[in-house]
Each structure stands twice: as C-alpha cells, then as structure tokens.
Antibody, heavy 122, light 107 residues
Framework: EVQLLESGGGLVQPGGSLRLSCVGSGFSFSSYAMGWVRQAPGKALEWVSLISNSGITPYYADSVKGRFIISRDNSKNTLYLQMNRLGDEDTALYHC???????????????WGQGTMVTVSS | EIVMTQSPATLSVSPGERATLSCRASQNVRSTLAWYQQKPGQAPRLLIYGASTRATGVPARFSGSGSGTEFTLTISSLQSEDSAVYSCQQYNNWPPTFGQGTKVEIK
C-alpha cells in the first residue's frame, strides 16, 4: 500500500524552529518529486514547497522563502521540512504529498499523508 | 498569483441526484486543473487531473470538464460517501494555488 506518514509537528513559540519529516512506503520514493501543502484552520489548502525527485531542485512559496528548507534522503525514503523563524501565520496542518508525474514536476498530488499539526503560539 | 474561486460554498443534494461544482481561475490555466476530495480527519484524495482525467480508482460518477478559466466537477449520482469538501487546484502557473472548497452535504 502506498503511504505517507508525517511527524514532527507540535507547539512552538514565535520565532522558533521545527523540523517535519515524512516517510514514504509502498512506492519508489526516489522516482517522485515530493511536496508540502498546509491548511490553516478554516482556510484553503496552501502549497508550501516541493523538491525534485533527485533532491537537487527545491521550490518555495513566497510566504516561506528564506525561512523554510525542504530536503530529502532517498536512502531513507524520507522528506523533510526545516521551518525557521516561525510566525502565527504558519499555524496549520502540514501534509506531505507525492507529485503524480513519475520523474517530473507537475504540482498535482496523487498521494497525501494525513498531516502533522504545527501550532505557533506563545 | 492566480486566484481560484469555487462556488457554491455549500451544496446540499439528495442521494442519487446530480451535484455540479464550479471553479473559476483568475487567469487562463489551460487544462492544468485538479480536483481533490477531503473528508474530515482524512488526507485529501486526488479525483481529477488535467481538468478531465480521473485518477486511479476514482468512480466513474465523478467527471471533470472545462479549460481556460472555467471548470466543473460533476458527481452524476450522489452517494452518501461523497459527503466531503471538494477543492480545485491550478498547477499551470507558479505558485500552484487552491480554491476555498465546496462542501457537499447529503440532503
């Protein structure tokens, strides 16, 4: 079964940092671009970041550029999101998602994890 | 940034009836449009990509149409398990953007 399982969320103070992880199973992890999509309470889904299948090319939303770093370890089938200088606006459920195009970037996602909650509050 | 506008916000439909959901893009996105279904406590599920292609395992009662700026998701005969929030997403322009969602309720 194809699955994505996120972890690492929690409560963090404004200005703090957090690292999210996402482990993929049931598919060839290194063959797919992977991304993060978040959803603040009562809000629409928001694309955050994506990384190519090789890990060479990262992409970021303007709202997180310079603060978040996406990376992956294909030997561990794991995707990461290092989040720095967190603010209230970053409070959301963070989903890990697989790009549907094998070996390419399309930004349409065919497999999603259930998400890990990040709460930024003092 | 392209703004995706969905209507209506909530749709109440009787079982077996047709549900029609709309999604409008603020600029031309060609056919690079996806639809997702999201149930409470569950991960989003890809239903449609390329505006009209059903994803693997999606029942035939779900269909997508449109191109450019106007798109439609149709559920031909609503089932009780179709109660969910449906979101559209464009992935033609950077950054990819999502609509606010349409909540489908069973009447």
């Amino acid at each position: 079964e194809v699955q994505l399982l996120e972890s690492g969320g929690g409560l963090v103070q404004p200005g703090g940092s957090l690292r999210l992880s996402c482990v993929g199973s049931g598919f060839s992890f290194s063959s797919y671009a992977m991304g993060w999509v978040r959803q603040a309470p009562g809000k629409a889904l928001e694309w955050v970041s994506l990384i190519s299948n090789s890990g060479i090319t990262p992409y970021y939303a303007d709202s997180v550029k310079g603060r978040f770093i996406i990376s992956r370890d294909n030997s561990k089938n794991t995707l990461y999101l290092q989040m720095n200088r967190l603010g209230d606006e970053d409070t959301a459920l963070y989903h890990c998602a697989r790009d549907r195009r094998l070996g390419e970037v399309s930004n349409a996602f065919d497999v999603w994890g259930q998400g890990t909650m990040v709460t930024v509050s003092s | 940034e392209i703004v995706m506008t969905q209507s209506p916000a909530t749709l109440s439909v009787s079982p077996g009836e047709r549900a029609t959901l709309s999604c409008r893009a603020s600029q031309n996105v060609r056919s690079t449009l996806a639809w997702y279904q999201q149930k409470p406590g569950q991960a989003p599920r890809l239903l449609i990509y390329g505006a009209s292609t059903r994803a693997t395992g999606v029942p035939a009662r779900f269909s997508g149409s449109g191109s450019g700026t106007e798109f439609t998701l149709t559920i031909s005969s609503l089932q009780s398990e179709d109660s969910a929030v449906y979101s559209c997403q464009q992935y033609n322009n950077w950054p990819p953007t999502f609509g606010q969602g349409t909540k489908v309720e069973i009447k």
